[in-house]
């Protein structure tokens, strides 16, 4: 008798490995193809050592149909809606010039622009061509200071939307 070998691929780790940086309107010619040097402009904000972690949700549509000749219902997936959920992040509105403080400045509720969305490469590590990364076009929503709680940091809550069609796994241009 034989043992049938498995071949289990190994996972890639996700501590550190995400990168999330935001891009106003305005910055990215054109989102679909978003080069690296738009990704890295002075305008675009690098939000990963300010957030707690990064969500992405979906919702398909889903309806039931059933053929004249047929006794059984099937279904058909319609349109999907992406969300992310609410960031939370630190701020210091006593040091607004420190680092603490950039995604809040940059986060102005109200603003329109980009979220770009890099997994598996050190957050560290440059926007560069050919990376990989998901675009969502967003509109950010009000910045919500919560409760301080011992032991802890001073953290602010944003919501946003998703303004238009998400990108998946596009290369950066050069």
């Known amino acids: 008798m034989s043992v049938q070998t498995l071949n289990i691929p190994p996972g890639v780790p996700s501590d550190g490995n995400v990168r999330v940086d935001f891009v106003p309107d305005g910055g990215l010619a054109d989102y679909t193809a978003p080069s690296a040097a738009e990704v890295a402009a002075a305008t675009a904000q690098n939000l990963s050592c300010h957030l707690f972690g990064i969500g992405e ?71 560069a061509a050919a990376q990989v990364v998901d675009v969502y076009p967003v509109r950010l929503g009000a910045q919500r200071k919560q409760a301080p709680e011992e032991n802890d ?22």
């Open 153 to 174: 940091e001073l953290t602010t809550l944003q919501s946003l939307v998703v303004t238009g069609d998400k990108v998946t796994d596009v290369e950066l241009a050069a």
């Open 57 to 127: 949700n979906a919702t398909e549509e889903r309806k039931e149909k059933r053929r004249l000749c047929s006794v059984q219902k099937y279904e058909l997936l319609g349109s999907t809606a992406y969300t992310i959920d609410d960031l939370s992040y630190v701020y210091d509105v006593q040091n607004p010039e420190s680092l603490t403080h950039e995604a809040y400045a940059a986060l102005v509720p109200g603003t329109t622009g980009f979220l770009v969305i890099r997994w598996g490469i050190a957050s560290g590590v440059a926007p």
